[in-house]
């Protein structure tokens, strides 16, 4: 208990405290003062308080990590980050997948990465890319982390350092994808991501998904740079980050069985003196490959063997992976070569899709594509019958579902319901069911033929027009629910500031508390332990408990409300003014109660504070034996 008659600034009464540790919640009291915790106990007096906080019982916790975020984009539009801190998120881990703002805009010889690397991978528009590319102001990686000071943060900030970037940075964004680095341009990369460690960023980000390409012409059919750095590279650069006893965020090289296990071998401290922290993107249960879980829980389970002696997590996500699709733009499609061609286009740029979707030849591919493995006989339809698939595109229509269309009494249908319909209409004549359905049916040639001239014909009517959502993963809850506990495993890939139009797991951390609450509040102090301390205590950052002294990072939580909420249903498609552009966002209205960043409150009963977006509340964060031994960004 505080003592010394010494004032609070805030007192939250009669909270049933999770700490961070996974221990029983208990009914207490929780001071804060300067920033930081100041004391928990039972009957704390309130008249040594500014302001209480009657809490009633409700949850009061450590506030929420989220630590696979591409925010650090929007954090230079929006520092606040409101559909971060609204779920409960007082952190967020930025520059993931390689992509970053490590080293500013780099924009020299005519090439604009920012744009060029995150347009397609994130599919973040590219007018907002050239935005945030417009703000930049520092040019290393020192001065990025500075500039944070400047910036009115919601929530703390921790940066990686992005491997594409830093190989732009030192290569030049035509030679990083064109050729291989020089001994000297190695050297150079190593030496960056040695200052950058020694700055105190808490690792270092690669991306090996194979169907991750750059946006701007004359490289929209490469992949972005870390994509041509070989194993040697990745060696050398990663050993940086184990000396230093960091983190290296990572994605597989889906297509290699055999490069994925060399790739995250290095974690092995057997092999290579001591364990390097690697974090892969994802452990999720895809619909149309069940044996890739299953691969990935035996790696891992291998890598944290003792005879390995690896660190190794790969990240899942609390929640039905639903994916939304304008025409064909969406992440899925650019693991499909001939859907891919149509992503290379301009989002705007209709006639070229409209060009390409006109060629004969490429509607043989098309039909290649939809058909390969659902006909005939031979190892492609044994793999889909044994759903082992090569591509996460169900190609059912009965798994495509209209979201949005020029055809409004399509909404909320499949595309399987509404082609039945076109076939009985083409049949009598009759059934359907507007004028407008009648004109797009009419449209059609009769007969319409299969599902796959069906759907083709809406991409070359509607384009974009026609948006639709699909689940490519985690359709089973108990599976899901399984992964989030996996010990092995960290929660929390939630892609958060990315797929502005695509998806939407903001309120992933409630998720996952949902999931437990259905087990008890032991089970909820565990989630909230997942949530908070474990991955802190990951990424080596000096937040996620509750204990006098720590940064005074909170969320008040409303069991009842979260027993009643329904995430689907609080999905929102709505205009970003910030973005000049749509976005899917999530609400949790009535969830989260309060928020808490280093000691000020930044949501309060359903809004955001006056200080909120206008002071700055977060920091960076850096790690934490950096940051016990130097003064703090936040200075």
């Not at 809490?55 to 980050?81: A, K, N, S």
């Not at 999720?284 to 390995?308: E, P, Q, W, Y």
């Not at 509750?546 to 990072?553: E, F, R, T």
Request: proline share 5%.
């Amino acid at each position: 208990m505080d003592g010394g008659g010494m004032h609070w600034d805030v007192l939250f009464r009669n909270a049933l405290v999770f700490d961070g540790s996974g221990a029983k919640p208990q009914l207490q009291d929780v001071a804060v003062r300067d920033g930081c915790i100041a004391a928990i106990g039972s009957g704390l007096p309130e008249r040594q308080a500014r302001e209480t906080v009657e809490v009633g019982g409700r949850w009061l916790m450590p506030g929420l990590l989220d630590i696979h975020t591409h925010f650090d984009l929007e954090v230079e539009l929006e520092p606040g980050l409101p559909e971060a801190v609204r779920h409960g998120t007082t952190t967020v881990v930025v520059a993931n997948c390689s992509l970053g703002l490590a080293y500013g805009a780099q924009r020299r010889d005519g090439a604009d990465p920012i744009v060029d690397c995150f347009a397609r991978v994130e599919n973040v528009p590219k007018h907002v890319l050239r935005k945030v590319g417009d703000r930049v102001t520092w040019n290393d990686s020192r001065a990025y982390l500075e500039h944070f000071r400047d910036l009115p943060l919601g929530p703390n900030i921790v940066p990686m350092i992005p491997h594409s970037m830093l190989r732009i940075e030192v290569m030049g964004l035509h030679a990083s994808v064109t050729r291989e680095p020089t001994a000297q341009e190695l050297m150079r990369m190593g030496q960056l991501v040695e200052k950058g460690l020694r700055e105190g960023y808490v690792g270092f980000s690669t991306d090996a998904l194979p169907f991750h390409f750059l946006a701007n012409r004359p490289n929209t059919q490469k992949q972005i740079p870390t994509q041509f750095a070989r194993y040697g590279e990745l060696k050398f650069l990663t050993n940086l980050v184990r000396r230093w006893g960091r983190v290296w965020q990572a994605t597989p090289p889906k297509d290699s069985k055999i490069g994925v296990f060399r790739n995250f071998l290095l974690t092995s401290g057997r092999l290579f003196g001591k364990p390097l922290k690697v974090t892969a993107v994802a452990a999720i249960d895809i619909v149309t490959n069940k044996s890739l879980l299953r691969m990935g829980l035996l790696l891992s389970r291998m890598l944290n063997s003792r005879f390995l002696n690896g660190h190794f997590r790969f990240q899942a996500l609390a929640a039905p992976f639903k994916l939304w699709s304008d025409g064909v733009i969406t992440p899925i499609a650019e693991e499909i070569p001939v859907l891919r061609r149509l992503n290379e286009c301009d989002l705007d740029d209709r006639a070229s899709r409209m060009k390409i979707m006109g060629d004969p030849a490429w509607q043989k591919e098309f039909r290649r594509m939809w058909t390969h493995g659902k006909t005939g006989f031979g190892l492609a339809r044994l793999k889909r019958r044994l759903r082992m698939d090569d591509n996460v595109l169900t190609r059912e229509l009965g798994d495509m579902h209209v979201e949005t269309c020029p055809v409004a009494s399509w909404n909320g249908e499949s595309l399987q319901q509404v082609y039945e319909r076109l076939l009985r209409w083409q049949a009598s004549g009759e059934g359907a069911r507007s004028p407008a359905e009648q004109e797009a049916f009419a449209s059609f040639p009769k007969p319409a033929g299969d599902d796959c001239d069906f759907f083709l014909h809406l991409l070359r009517r509607f384009d974009t027009a026609l948006r639709w959502w699909t689940i490519t993963a985690n359709r089973d809850r108990e599976t899901t629910k399984a992964l989030l506990f996996d010990p092995q495993l960290l929660p929390g890939f939630n892609d958060s500031g990315a797929h502005l139009t695509n998806m939407a797991f903001y309120d992933g951390n409630l998720r996952m508390l949902q999931f437990a609450q259905e087990d008890g509040q032991e089970k909820v102090a565990r989630a909230v332990q997942r949530l908070t301390q474990e991955p802190a205590e990951f990424f080596g950052l000096a937040v996620g408990t509750l204990k006098p002294g720590a940064q005074a990072d909170l969320a008040v939580i409303d069991p009842e409300a979260l027993r009643l909420y329904d995430s689907d249903a609080g999905i929102r498609y709505q205009w970003r003014d910030i973005f000049e552009a749509n976005q899917l966002v999530n609400r949790s209205d009535g969830v989260v109660t309060h928020v808490m960043i280093a000691g000020r409150m930044a949501w309060r009963d359903g809004a955001y504070t006056e200080a909120h977006g206008r002071e700055r509340l977060g920091r960076v964060l850096l790690n934490r034996e950096h940051e016990s031994q130097s003064t703090p960004l936040a200075a």
